[in-house]
Nanobody, 125 residues
């Protein structure tokens, strides 16, 4: 069982930056693949970025070059550095963990076993 707690969301102007953190419980964090998703009210949850247990990364096309996912296994934490934010990045951001097939990045919500409660990111124009 893994518990995930996101932090770092907030209100920022377009062009600004935020860093999201996701702290995970448990001693086996390094064995999990991790991902960040986002969701707008009434819409499906969409993949933003993922990192495998071996630190292979993958990104949604619209965030490539602006967002960076990383992990610190010693701190049981995964990060999402978001730069050059745009109003269309506004959403609730969720952290997720997967225990199976962790060599690969998962791209859909059903690829993940555990979820955080979400953190709101609002980008004003």
């Amino acid at each position: 069982q893994v518990q995930l707690v996101e932090s770092g969301g907030g209100l920022v102007q377009a062009g600004g930056s935020l860093r999201l953190s996701c702290a995970a419980s448990g001693r086996t964090f390094g064995r999990y693949g991790m991902g960040w998703f986002r969701q707008l009210a009434g819409k499906e949850r969409e993949f933003v970025a993922g990192i495998s247990w071996s630190a292979t990364t993958s990104y949604k096309d619209s965030v490539k070059g602006r967002f960076t996912i990383s992990r610190d296994n010693a701190k049981n934490t995964v990060y999402l550095q978001m730069d050059t934010l745009k109003p269309e990045d506004t959403a609730v951001y969720y952290c997720a963990a997967r225990g199976s097939d962790r060599e690969r990045v998962g791209f859909t919500p059903r690829d993940y076993d555990y979820w955080g409660q979400g953190t709101q990111v609002t980008v004003s124009s």
